[in-house]
């Protein structure tokens, strides 16, 4: 195997964590969903439960947060209401809302990511290497982007599906990548 340099995983930084994985956004996500249709009988368990496994199996995935980008989940058999969002069997979930149902969670992501480059300065971060289920999430790739960008760095910021490492970054130093948890 001569030619090939491999590369070892050091510690850079001492690690850190918070609960701010995706399930805190189906919480989330679920407050809304409690607060929207309170007193609204027609939305029961069952339909809470299936708007639930819609939002985990498609929109949490997808959301970008796009301004004009709204998000549908199908609620057959309830009446259309204008105030609540519902139209032809659909509920439609507008941006902006999703943007806050998201928001927690992803600062909080942002700011530890950020604390853990923070922390192996002088070091210069290149790559920032998301893994799990949200770290899959496009919106959260965005939002570290813009917060390392107005940090006035560089590092690229990318996911694996890899659901065993929380985040990795990728320094250029002796030892050239640095594991984070």
Same mark, same amino acid.
């Given at each position: 195997m001569a030619g090939l340099n491999p590369r070892s995983l050091v510690e850079a930084a001492p690690g850190s964590g918070g609960l701010c994985g995706s399930t805190f956004i189906n919480r989330a996500f679920e407050v809304w969903l409690d607060r929207r249709f309170h007193g609204f009988a027609a939305f029961d368990r069952d339909l809470k439960t299936h708007v639930m496994a819609q939002f985990e199996e498609k929109i949490k995935k997808r959301f970008k947060g796009s301004a004009n980008e709204p998000y549908k989940c199908e609620v057959i058999g309830l009446p259309n209401n204008s105030a609540l969002g519902i139209w032809n069997g659909r509920l439609t979930i507008p941006t902006n809302e999703l943007r806050a149902?998201?928001?927690? !969670? +992803?600062?909080? =992501?942002?700011?530890?990511?950020?604390?853990?480059?923070?922390?192996?300065?002088?070091?210069? !971060? +290149?790559?920032? =290497?998301?893994?799990?289920?949200?770290?899959?999430?496009?919106?959260?790739?965005?939002?570290?982007?813009?917060?390392i960008r107005r940090a006035g760095l560089s590092a690229a910021v990318k996911h694996v599906m890899n659901r065993s490492v929380s985040a990795v970054l990728h320094c250029q130093m002796v030892l050239p990548t640095l594991a984070v948890y």
């Open positions: 149902i998201f928001k927690e !969670v +992803t600062d909080r =992501v942002v700011r530890l990511v950020m604390d853990q480059i923070y922390a192996t300065m002088p070091a210069q !971060v +290149t790559t920032v =290497v998301l893994a799990g289920g949200l770290g899959a999430n496009e919106y959260l790739e965005l939002e570290l982007e813009r917060a």
